[in-house]
Structures are given as structure tokens and as C-alpha cells.
């Protein structure tokens, strides 16, 4: 038995579904506060892959855009708030 393509995207799209759940459980009700922010980037990160996915399912470029602008948010964001939390100071 073969799997098609659109097989191993759908089953991609649920794996990332699913990897939402303990992280987005650590956001809420992590233990300490470098932990919510580890596990909001890597929300942000299964977020963007779910757009990608996605993308290429349904052959959307607009997708694709918001899926790169959402990982640099969420990258840019979190080195933001662990430098804050390291100094204090954002600049």
C-alpha cells in the first residue's frame, strides 16, 4: 500500500495538531516563566508549520507568507522577552 501525498499531509497536519496540546498546556500552566516562553515559541513554530502544510495542500502562496511572517514573529519575540528577562532592558 502506497501513501499518496495528500496522505502524508493530512497525517503531517494532524501530528502538528496534536504536538499543540502539551504545548500549549506548558503556556498555561508552566511552572515557571522561561518555560511559557519556550513553549509559546514553540507554538509559534507548529503554528507555522501548520500554515505551511496547509499552503501546500491547498497550492496557497498567501499562506506561505503568513506562515514565514508568524515564525519571525514568534523567533524575534522570544529572543525579545529572554532578553528582557536576562537584563531588564529590551535595547
Known sequence: MMITLEQANFLALVVMVVALVPSTYRVLYGPTLPDRIA??????????????LYAFQ??????MDV???????????TV???KYLDTGEVL
Open 39 to 52: 513553549a509559546s515559541d514553540a507554538v509559534g513554530n507548529v503554528l507555522a508549520m501548520i500554515f505551511a
Open 58 to 63: 491547498g497550492r496557497s502562496i498567501f499562506l
Open 67 to 77: 506562515a514565514m511572517l508568524l515564525s519571525i514573529i514568534s523567533f524575534v519575540g
Open 80 to 82: 525579545i522577552v529572554a
